[in-house]
């Protein structure tokens, strides 16, 4: 009994390469990599932390009208700051790991 070849699908497409080549000009995606969402996550804390200290401004002048508000808001700021401290350390940990494969 011979075995039929299966057919190709269709409308697939090849992905498209995930480096790009050496001396190509950089994404005009406006810095979606690597160093762009780093970049945008550490404002993104600056503004949570900004923003935890403005409501806890007016907590301690008793202009705050929602307690609520305050307490996510700090702890919204406190747990990206936790996230970030152990990213830096992990990112810390790898450069220093790759650093004794070298040697």
Do not use: C, W, Y
Request: proline share 8%; no cysteine.
């Amino acid at each position: 009994m011979p075995i039929a070849p299966l057919s190709p699908l269709g409308g697939i497409t090849p992905p498209e390469p995930a480096v790009a080549a050496i001396g190509a000009p950089p994404a005009a995606d406006g810095g979606s990599g690597f160093a762009g969402q780093l970049a945008g996550a550490v404002d993104e804390a600056q503004r949570l932390g900004a923003e935890s200290n403005s409501l806890a401004l007016a907590a301690v002048t008793g202009d705050l009208t929602d307690l609520h508000a305050a307490t996510i808001a700090s702890s919204r700021a406190s747990l990206t700051l936790e996230v970030m401290t152990t990213m830096r350390n992990k990112g810390i940990e790898a450069f220093n790991d790759v650093m004794r494969m070298q040697a």
